[in-house]
């Protein structure tokens, strides 16, 4: 795992653990009702999801099991 790949995955993990601590007994209508709550958390997908992109190639040879 390169420096990037760590770098990457505490990016993730940053950017995942407000979003959870903020969906903690949140309701999917709640989701579909809140703009602020909904932008929040796409938001955080979104990061997660660019961070995840950048992961090398030998990282996720590494990790199959993870989409």
């Known amino acids: 795992m390169t420096r990037?790949?760590?770098?990457?995955l505490r990016d993730?993990?940053?950017t995942a653990r407000p979003a959870h601590q903020r969906a903690k007994g949140r309701t999917r209508?709640?989701?579909n009702s809140d703009?602020?709550?909904?932008?929040?958390?796409v938001r955080r997908v979104q990061v997660i999801g660019e961070a995840?992109?950048?992961l090398s190639d030998a990282f996720r040879d590494a990790h199959p099991g993870i989409p």
């Not at 703009?35 to 958390?41: C, E, G, I, L, S």
């Open 4 to 8: 990037d790949d760590w770098l990457l």
């Open 12 to 14: 993730m993990l940053d």
């Open 29 to 31: 209508g709640d989701l």
């Open 35 to 41: 703009v602020d709550f909904r932008d929040a958390t």
């Open 52 to 54: 995840a992109r950048g």
